[in-house]
């Protein structure tokens, strides 16, 4: 029996489709059928992580079976592909660096903007108490709607942080998933 069969059998018997299996991974549905063929091959990382959800052991997933030592004797060595490695360092380096770049960009600014907003009515105060121990001359006066507007960004940080936690933690775990699962191969058949 190949992993592939192991993989498939280990999943029905827990009564999990390939598409909750496929959302847990961070991986498309198509990923598990290919790999539930024996298509391709889960690499270490998402061996672990299957048997993880599959609450099995590893050494069950990928236990030896008197067929995989047939099959394993008919496999030729492997040489590089160099085509598939120009196209990996392409894509998965510079544009996967792209898009995760911009990702962060948008997350730090979130980030400052949500801090900003939840010390908005510190900075107010702390403002006024400066300008009047300082004794300055041309005191600042607080306006009426200084203290409404920024008690009302403060709330609105307060209810944004844990969304945005939310967000940040579901791209990291996205991101991870994505260079552990997704890396093109780059070997092939001699």
Known sequence: MSIGTTLQKIRQARDLTQQEVATQMYVTRQTISRWEQ?????????????????????????????SNSKEEAGHKMKKINWLALFGFFWFNVIVTMGVVLAVAGILCGLWISIIGFIVSPALLVGEWLVVHMMGWVTPVSLNLYQIPLTLMLCAIGLGAFPLLKQLTMYLVNFFEKYIRYNLRSIYTEK
Do not use: C, F
Request: glycine share 4%; aromatic share 6%; hydrophobic share 40%.
């Open 38 to 66: 024996g298509k391709t091959m889960p690499n270490i990382y998402a061996l672990k992580d299957l048997a993880q959800l599959y609450n099995v052991s590893l050494d069950q997933l990928v236990a030896r079976h008197p």
